[in-house]
């Protein structure tokens, strides 16, 4: 399977879908389902690192790229989840060009960053037998960061010509928190920075990812020019069918 950056320079939207459940046996459901990535959250869904690998193997042999969110920007972070195995890392709650580059060098081992060497012990060079990985790993990793507040849009320019920043997400839940519109994404001053967001970035040349809040609004963002989109939850589709089902029967 080629990389999430390779494939998103094909310049097909890629459609995604949002996992929480920190189940393998969800997961594999909806690899199934031919979506283009699947997005392992572990900043707001129950996941430890052995239930990110469990389903992260669960989805191995399917075409969706496995995506994981980390919880934060810490490096150490970084470094197990890319030792597991995941190659494309979305790192929320980016605000400056400064974070940025901390983050990519995270994401790179010496000279081009500070990320730890386990490579004999590390499933992503299959257990040391890659002997190439050490010095192609930096070509096989997205790194992806999350543009979600008045400050990341602010500093958005300079995020975008970031070296080794290969894509930007906009989360528009927090995004709209931090405008003062809390559990309101559809504000218009909210939908505005989207739009504004989506036009700097692809100015930049690179990339824009956003979730979106529908199916008609999946196809609003397609129409402006994101180029990752993701349709939802599992947590959603398993809430809103269960629902469904039950309100059939009064």
């Given at each position: ?21 920190a189940?393998?046996?969800t ?32 989805v191995t ?20 989840y ?16 400064d974070?940025a ?6 994401a790179?081992?010496p ?35 999350q ?51 989506v ?35 599992d ?16």
């Open positions: 399977m080629s990389n999430f950056k390779a494939r998103l320079a094909e310049g097909k939207p890629l459609l995604g879908l949002w996992q929480s459940l189940s393998p046996y997961a594999e459901i909806c690899a199934r389902a031919g979506f283009d990535w699947l997005l392992f959250d572990g900043e707001h869904a129950p996941n430890s690192l052995p239930l990110l690998l469990a389903q992260l193997q669960a042999p399917f075409a969706a790229t496995p995506i994981a969110r980390t919880p934060n920007d810490d490096p150490a972070i970084i470094k197990q890319l030792d597991i195995g995941f190659a494309t890392l979305l790192v929320p709650m980016v605000e400056s060009s974070q580059a901390r983050i990519v060098s995270a790179r081992f000279p081009r960053g500070i990320r730890g060497v386990a490579s004999a012990t590390s499933r992503a060079s299959g257990f040391g037998a890659d002997a190439t990985y050490l010095a192609t790993a930096h070509e096989k990793v997205t790194v992806i960061v543009i979600e507040s008045r400050a990341g849009l602010d500093a958005l320019d300079d995020i975008a010509a970031t070296p080794g920043i290969d894509a930007l997400f906009i989360g528009p839940a927090d995004l709209a928190a931090s405008l003062g519109h809390l559990g309101n994404p559809r504000h218009e001053e909210v939908q505005a920075a989207i739009l504004g967001a036009q700097r970035i692809k100015q930049a040349n690179k990339p824009a990812g956003i979730f979106a809040l529908s199916p008609d609004d999946a196809h609003l963002r397609i129409a402006q020019g994101f180029s990752f989109i993701s349709l939802g939850t947590i959603g589709l398993l809430s809103n069918s269960a629902r469904n089902l039950r309100a059939g029967f009064a």
